[in-house]
């Protein structure tokens, strides 16, 4: 037995995190208190900032020194770590951002759950630039969820946001957690040339430029401004293109190794569900429960939010005629949804916004509707 | 001879600074400050924000870090606690470290993390065109201020004593070799330490304010300065108007990163026990 945001500190610990910086917020506190306990046992480091912005700074420049590094918040924090966030995309430095899911906008609602910042999660930040958002369901799915947060980040230099709700943060429930040895996470490429050859946003084949980390003789300049492959601030428009279509084709080159999805009774499916969170749970409660009633309702149930997951929605359009899209916001992802279709099936916009969840009964209701 | 040269990134000149600009001058300090101190290039990491100030480490060949505005020292602390053996440095200026990066500078401060910050003082913001400042004076000219400055200034070292900082001094662009060593006591100071330089801004601070070119300016900060030790032999009113320089507070407190080591070891044997 285990809570949401417990599982997301063990994941991460599991993942080798070695420096946390957060700021107390509900109901992400959890995970802050949980790693002052936990980090320093491991000789990691856990640090309460000031504010939410110093946090998501000082989660940047421990990664610079080298660590793995993250910090956890919900909405309000989330709004203020934007721009570190959009900075950590620009200078390609991996970093895990989780955020709780409270129901917003403003303060809105500290103790109940929402999926309101998706599209912030995607578009929060000024400017075009590569963010990988991950989702989670359950506690179990939290602990690997976040483990693959890391790989993620650490691979792609990118920021990555894992998307948890107050439910799936809160909830207590039976998880299996691997052994250490079954844990893979992948490590930042280092690189292999000698410090005078080293230029750190060198556009290699990969588009993923090795990282050297400060003080281990690479002694390289990092800004947030427009720069050249040596990393200085340029306003050549040739190299201003080249480093803004590189990094965001990081993430749209490697998308199918990024994206992720559960499918339950798509096979035979004529009406689809496409739930993500801990919407999901009501979801496969509701699938399972019309399938009684003899309806075929089939489930896809994202793992990956951004990039989103376009050819699997259009896969499920081909075969159904419906795709009910439930969320506890106004609809942002069922207008992706709508997009990923394109025109081959409806789709329903299931919303709630009052801090309730969504309940397999008004799935279902919503099922029977579109199948009568 | 103090060999600036192996310091810069020679190639990223011409700098990006205004004739008469002070910045240039508290650079050198820098340099020979790490220098005296024998520093190896690859252990220092500058940090800054945004500004003209913070302009500074694209110029010197060590680690270096241009962040978001206001922000360095929160970088700088990410930094530091992952490599406590690193010699981490801020650069920042007075809209970037007492507005914007007013927060971040006060708690560094109060958890006394070894970090070194300059703080270049010209009591505008130079970068965007000369809008007020906290530093501004009152009845001072901005272009945000075209009636005069109606608010009171900071003073940035009471600041950042109060705060609790282990090491505060003031100098000035005209004090240039008191600077250096002011930077080199600094560096060494185990805890938050913050040297204040007041530089001057002839293209904005100087104009708007009739303070007529740099070399004017200099002058003035020559003239208008008391070291600590002379002000001890004068009153409050003849030290009116007037800026100290030196060293203002110089003590002993407990570090964050040594402290935290300790929380380390605390922690790893209350797990095992």
Redesign the interface.
């Known amino acids: 037995m285990m809570q949401g945001n417990e599982a997301c500190v063990e994941g991460a610990i599991a993942a080798g995190v070695g420096f946390f910086a957060g700021y107390p917020i509900t109901p992400s506190s959890e995970i802050a208190e949980l790693m002052a306990e936990k980090l320093p046992q491991r000789g990691g480091v856990f640090i309460q900032m000031e504010d939410e912005i110093g946090a998501m700074g000082a989660v940047i420049g421990a990664s610079l020194a080298g660590a793995k590094a993250m910090t956890a918040t919900s909405g309000p924090g989330f709004s203020l770590k934007q721009e570190n966030l959009g900075y950590a995309s620009m200078t390609e430095v991996p970093c895990v951002i989780v955020n709780v899911q409270r129901g917003g906008p403003s303060t809105g609602l500290p103790t109940l759950p929402s999926q309101g910042d998706v599209m912030q999660a995607r578009w929060g930040a000024h400017g075009d630039h590569p963010v990988i958002a991950l989702v989670a369901s359950s506690v179990e799915d939290t602990f690997n969820q976040t483990v693959r947060s890391f790989s993620l980040a650490e691979q792609y230099r990118v920021p990555v946001v894992l998307l948890l709700d107050e439910i799936v943060g809160h909830v207590n429930e039976k998880a299996r957690i691997p052994s250490a040895d079954e844990i893979e996470v992948a490590e930042r490429k280092k690189p292999t040339v000698p410090p005078d050859q080293y230029h750190p946003y060198e556009p290699t084949e990969s588009d993923i430029p090795p990282m050297a980390n400060f003080g281990e003789g690479f002694r390289f300049h990092v800004t947030g401004l427009s720069h050249d492959r040596t990393g200085f601030p340029t306003n050549d428009p040739k190299e201003i293109d080249q480093l803004i279509r590189r990094i965001n084709r990081k993430v749209d080159r490697y998308r199918d190794d990024i994206i992720e999805c559960r499918e339950y009774g798509l096979d035979d499916a004529r009406l689809g569900v496409f739930a993500y969170g801990s919407t999901a749970r009501s979801a496969r409660r509701a699938a399972y429960l019309a399938r009684q009633e003899g309806i075929k309702v089939g489930l896809l149930e994202p793992l990956v939010l951004w990039p989103f997951p376009e050819a699997e929605v259009f896969a499920l359009a081909q075969k159904v005629s419906h795709i009910i899209v439930p969320e506890m916001n106004l609809g942002q992802i069922a207008h992706e949804v709508r997009c990923s279709c394109r025109g081959k099936a409806e789709v329903q916009s299931l919303t709630r916004v009052d801090g309730e969840l969504i309940r397999p009964a008004q799935i279902l209701e919503e099922i029977r509707e579109i199948s009568r | 001879m103090i060999p600036y040269e192996d310091y810069l990134?020679i190639e990223?000149f011409p700098h990006i600074w205004c004739t008469g600009c002070g910045c240039g001058i508290v650079l050198k300090a820098i340099i020979r400050a790490i220098h005296r101190l024998g520093l190896h290039?690859?252990?220092v990491?500058m940090?800054s924000g945004i500004g003209c100030s913070s302009r500074t480490?694209?110029y010197v060949?060590?680690?270096?870090?241009?962040?978001?505005h206001g922000?360095a020292?929160?970088?700088?602390?990410?930094?530091?606690?992952?490599?406590p053996?690193?010699n981490v440095m801020v650069i920042t200026g007075d809209g970037d470290g007492t507005a914007i990066g007013g927060?971040?500078l006060?708690?560094a401060a109060r958890r006394n993390i070894d970090l070194t910050v300059v703080l270049y003082n010209n009591h505008i913001y130079g970068m965007t065109g000369g809008q007020s400042s906290p530093t501004t004076p009152s009845g001072g000219y901005g272009t945000t201020t075209p009636y005069g400055n109606i608010e009171q200034p900071f003073d940035i070292c009471a600041l950042a004593d109060a705060s609790g900082a282990s090491f505060v001094a003031r100098s000035t662009a005209y004090h240039a070799v008191q600077l250096g060593r002011l930077i080199e006591q600094a560096i060494q100071k185990r805890g938050f330490s913050l040297v204040e330089v007041l530089t001057p801004c002839p293209t904005y601070f100087g104009r708007k304010n009739r303070l007529g070119l740099s070399i004017d300016m200099l002058k003035w900060q020559k003239e208008n300065s008391v070291s600590v030790k002379s002000a001890q032999k004068m009153g409050p009113e003849e030290l009116q108007g007037k800026v100290l320089v030196g060293v203002l507070v110089d003590r002993e407190k407990p570090e964050y990163t040594e402290e935290?080591a300790k929380?380390?070891e605390?922690?790893?044997s209350?797990?095992e026990a």
């Open positions: 990134r990223k290039k690859d252990d990491v940090v480490p694209g060949d060590f680690n270096t870090l241009h962040t978001t922000r020292i929160a970088f700088a602390t990410g930094v530091k606690l992952v490599k053996g690193l927060n971040h006060i708690h935290y929380l380390i605390r922690a790893k209350k797990e």
